[in-house]
């Protein structure tokens, strides 16, 4: 961390907002205008539309993060948390990847922290569940599914292979939606390669409490999306929730009993939880509070958009939707993260502030290779899209959308060399723990003296 006389604008997470508002600070700043410093406990931005994708093996993993040094060059990236401010002081703690814990003085204060999993005490749901934030749940999900392939395969155990070939969904809204879309596609064309399963072996259950999927994209095509699913021969249940899944026993409440090694936990997300520690004024659902200028209520120095701040929705009120919110979507983040770096620099030079307007132009949203369903927005037009054609239409706007040339044209490499090479179906399982086999060779040897007290205790066993 440098020291500086430059007044620091302190940017918290660097995920979609993070990165957006610190290139575009950087891009407007005068020349040692300020010191950008930007803290994330990773070294890169994930590109969230891309995790089903990457758990299917479409991209590769790799190409959905973009990595903060690089893009973000001429601000000080710092890997690590921050765990509270004193608003007071104008300090920051920030617990770093390894040592000591230290405070970060700022003038300028950026909170883009997003949101985290939303779940409920629900028993066995923390032993048992994986969410789909994260480019490492993707990874792990994709190798734990083709594992489940090869545990199938290889036992005779009709329980244990029933059981590995069952797949639960919770929640249905985009993430969830695309992941069991993605997954399964994936799961059904990998059974090709295996003798003892079949594409009909397996089984893929989606569950959610609300009585559509898909909401993002209205009422019509998550309807549609829903009877797609279901020709696939995906089980789907809606107005139902889970009561538990202690030990992979998936109990509904609609009455419905399975067992399964795999169950996905896509219902919602909730701000991230470590606001509360800031000292900002946080909406009733744990938000931070910020005005149209994307200022922090009460602040004239911090600024916060994205999943983690409740902003009002201009465009929506303008039309006639009282109390409008701006929902935590890519649309959105990446917007308001232009508008917030302007106001950041017209803040720091004792400029008025812009308000931020967006009207939402629509959605897009992949279920495999070849299936999708769009709605794009054109003024009081809504123009509905299903199938190849809409699928067409979300890989080119996520491909055009992912931050970075670089990742564009390794994305889009991506997808035209499985055209031609057929997905790859490995599991890589063994990458969660590198260490294991080289640690079996190399551990130091027991004792001769144990060795033989062992030797003759097993002879005597043995006689
Ligand atoms: C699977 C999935 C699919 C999606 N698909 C779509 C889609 O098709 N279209 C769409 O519009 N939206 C989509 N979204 C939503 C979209 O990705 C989010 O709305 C967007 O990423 C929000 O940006 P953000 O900057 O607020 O948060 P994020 O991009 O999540 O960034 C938050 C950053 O803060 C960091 N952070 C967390 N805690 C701390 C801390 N204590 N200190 C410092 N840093 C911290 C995190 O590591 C992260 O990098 C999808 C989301 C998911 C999960």
Known sequence: MSTTERPRILVVGGGYVGLYAARRILKKM????????????????????????????????????????????????????VTTIDQDRK???VAPLVGEAYELPFDYLVIAMGAVSRTFPIPGLAEQG?????????????????????KADSTTDEDVRRKALTFVFVGGGFAGAE????????????????????REDMRFVLVDVADKILPEVGPELGKWGKEHLEGRGIEVYLK???????????????????DSNTLVWTAGVKPNPALARFGLPLGPRGHVDAAPTLQVTGTDYVWAAGDNAQVPDLAARKAGVENAWCPPNAQHALRQAKVLGDNVISGMRGFPQKEYSHANKGAVAGLGLHKGVAMIVMGKMKIKVKGRLAWYMHRGYH????????????????????????????????????????????????????????????KAKAS
């Open 240 to 258: 139902t929730g889970m009561d538990s899944c202690v030990d992979g026993h998936v109990v509904l409440n609609n009455g419905l009993e399975v």
């Open 130 to 150: 994986i969410g789909m934030k994260g480019v490492e749940e993707a990874i792990g999900l994709r190798n734990h599914v083709l594992e489940q392939l090869d």
């Open 399 to 458: 491909g055009l959308a992912v931050p970075t040339w670089n990742r564009k044209i390794r994305v889009f490499a991506d997808w035209t060399l499985a055209m031609f090479l057929k997905r790859e179906v490995v599991s890589l399982g063994a990458m969660e723990t590198p260490r294991e086999e080289f640690y079996e060779a190399a551990k130091p040897a027991p004792a001769p003296a144990a060795a033989a007290v062992k030797s003759e205790g097993e």
């Open 179 to 198: 992941t069991v879309g993605e997954v399964e596609d994936m799961a059904r064309d990998a059974a090709k390669y295996y003798t003892n399963v079949k």
């Open 30 to 81: 005068r020349y040692a205008e300020a010191t950008v410093t930007v803290v994330d406990p990773r070294s890169y931005m994930t590109y969230q539309p891309f995790l089903p994708e990457a758990a299917a093996g479409s991209i590769s993993p790799r190409h959905v993060v973009v990595p903060l040094r690089r893009v973000v060059r001429g601000a000080e990236v710092l890997t690590g948390r």
């Open 91 to 93: 300090v920051a703690t």
